[in-house]
């Protein structure tokens, strides 16, 4: 009994030193990846397929599992509210996220990863939508909005871009003249997006 427990013993030091010497050699290999600047971070040249695909599977599972518990406020999606959003989606969002009726912007051609044209339904939850919104996601355009705006008005505008894929261009432009002053307002204070109120020519163009 005694032998035999002691050659299990002996194999099992053997595995986890041939463990621990390969993970050696492959942080040694990624070491040296990394400090020859083998991988392009340039935003004009697209991931290779592992990577996006590792990405995208790390981006969705942390959405999905930190979006679990939000519950949706009662009373979510009243027309207030789509319009509220409105103003705000048109203020801080449609430059990159562009809206109906609008032009590709310089910027929304530049980003990567691209932002999603959320004209187009995104598949996501209202709760996701609200997590991502409020959090932002890591090394992309996206911002964290929640560090600047409070939850209610985050649901205002996952209320609007829930009903976004369904509007005409000219229910889009309706419902942003119907937005309450209040947030324009509050939103003239803000530095660092530019005004992008979403109207095809008058985007902030002029200087080329
Ligand atoms: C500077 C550009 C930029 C601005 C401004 C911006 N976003 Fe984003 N947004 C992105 C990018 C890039 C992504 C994609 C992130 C990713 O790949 O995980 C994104 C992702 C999203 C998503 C997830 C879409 C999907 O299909 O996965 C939502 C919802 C969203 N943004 C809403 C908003 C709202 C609402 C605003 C305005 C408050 C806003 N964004 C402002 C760049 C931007």
């Known amino acids: ?42 935003a004009d ?13 790390i981006r969705s599972h942390s959405i999905a599992v930190r979006s679990r518990d939000i519950a949706l406020p009662a ?13 705000l989606y048109a203020d801080m969002c449609g430059g990159c996220h562009l809206a109906p009726g609008m032009e590709r912007t310089e910027i929304s051609q530049g980003l990567y990863p691209a932002a999603p044209e959320l004209s187009r339904p995104t598949g996501l939850t209202p709760q996701e939508e609200f997590w991502i919104i409020k959090h932002g996601v890591k090394m992309t355009g996206m911002a964290a909005w929640g560090k600047t705006h409070s939850d209610t ?32 307002e509050m939103m003239k204070d803000m530095n660092g997006m530019p005004d992008m109120n979403g109207m095809p020519g008058m985007q902030h163009g002029g200087h080329h």
């Open 1 to 42: 009994m005694e032998t035999k427990a002691g050659g299990a013993s002996v194999k099992a030091w053997k595995i986890a030193g041939f463990s621990a010497a390969a993970l050696g050699a492959i942080f040694l290999a990624c070491g040296l990846l990394v400090d020859f600047g083998a991988y392009n971070v340039a």
């Open 153 to 184: 008005l985050i649901w205002d505008m996952v209320a609007f871009v829930q009903t976004l894929p369904s509007l005409t261009p000219q229910q889009y432009q309706a419902l942003v003249k119907s937005a309450p002053a209040d947030h324009d």
């Open 75 to 87: 009373g979510f999606g009243t027309p207030t509210q789509v319009s509220a959003g409105a103003g």
């Open 45 to 57: 040249a697209p991931h290779s397929a592992p990577v996006f695909w590792l990405m995208n599977e």
